[in-house]
């Protein structure tokens, strides 16, 4: 009596065992398409009227982190559509792509250009539109110079700093010679640090790459030819690829979405960040806005666009 309980178990566990691993298998074969839109920024938001979307590491992290905890997915797909943005967002976003542990393919858009690039560049595969926008491989870095419109309000600024460079980036004077020389430095490393992901990123030698970095675009067809594109195709195209890596023929294909705000949510973003800078641009002036914005961020602000 015993022994046929036993044996009657036995069989209930294999066949829960067994619907278990057909209902995984049914399932296992996943390809996630992330969509990443708009320019990379280190934080989400932008300057008064901006409202659209951006790319930014957090976003990455938890989109590629819940790739990453999904065993059924096996691949992953990022669409990118975006100009470039932030120097330091631009590489930590490469950073976090590097480290994701499933194949990763890149479909571009219409526009995946300098940093919209970079992003890109150490994907496993790299797919774009024969019209794709897309290149544009350099940094640029400005520091503005609000002298002449503090001299036009009246404005005069009496600077004490302790360090030789101090002000140089303040924008109440001009830069001498020896400054130029150090932000020109400065932004030769990044365009070198970029220059270096490419190579890395596309097996193709620093020498090769740099003939390539002059900042122009190239449309999806030079790409390829130039190496800076491995296929031409869309999205679909970039699934069946990312599905070809991981050895899988008919993928399962999920599109993550990311959350969006509610109606409420919206407005109230607008009323408490955005309706507040217009209405201190009512209250303070479109001059004294630029004046204020310079003050609130005086460094230089180095990006890949």
């Not at 905890?69 to 669409?79: I, M, T």
């Not at 001498?176 to 640090?193: A, G, N, S």
Request: net charge neutral; hydrophobic share 40%; with cysteine.
């Amino acid at each position: 009596m015993r022994k046929g309980a036993l044996f009657i178990a036995l069989i209930s566990i294999l066949l829960s065992l067994s619907i278990m691993l057909a209902g995984c298998s049914a399932v296992q074969s996943k390809v996630a398409v992330i969509p990443l839109s708009g320019p990379v920024q280190s934080e989400a938001g932008g300057f008064l009227f901006f409202t659209g979307s951006a790319i930014t590491p957090q976003l990455v992290r938890s989109q590629l982190d819940k790739a990453r905890a999904d065993w059924s997915v096996k691949a992953v797909v990022l669409q990118i559509e975006s100009p470039g943005g932030s120097v330091a967002a631009c590489q930590e976003i490469l950073t976090q792509i590097e480290k994701m542990e499933k194949p990763v393919v890149v479909s571009f858009g219409a526009i995946a250009a300098s940093g919209g690039y970079y992003i890109a560049a150490k994907a496993d595969k790299i797919v774009a539109l024969p019209g794709t926008l897309t290149g544009s491989i350099g940094v640029i870095s400005q520091v503005p110079n609000i002298k002449g419109l503090y001299d036009k309000l009246g404005i005069n600024v009496e600077v004490f700093k302790g360090g030789k460079y101090k002000d140089m980036y303040a924008g109440l004077r001009d830069m001498v010679p020896e400054e130029r020389e150090l932000m020109q430095k400065m932004t030769d490393r990044f365009y070198d640090q970029f220059v270096r992901a490419v190579a890395e990123g596309r097996g193709l030698s620093e020498e090769k790459v740099r003939s390539l970095a002059t900042g122009q675009l190239y449309d999806g067809e030079q790409a390829k030819e130039l190496g800076l594109v491995d296929e031409l195709g869309g999205l679909d195209t970039a699934i069946d690829l990312a599905g070809k890596i991981a050895g899988v023929e008919k993928p399962q294909v999920e599109y993550y979405r990311h959350e969006a705000p509610s109606l409420l949510g919206s407005l109230l973003g607008i009323s408490l960040k955005r309706l507040q800078g217009l209405l201190e641009m009512q209250s303070l002036g479109a001059e004294n806005m630029v004046i204020l914005q310079t003050l609130s961020n005086p460094y230089p602000q180095p990006e890949y666009r």
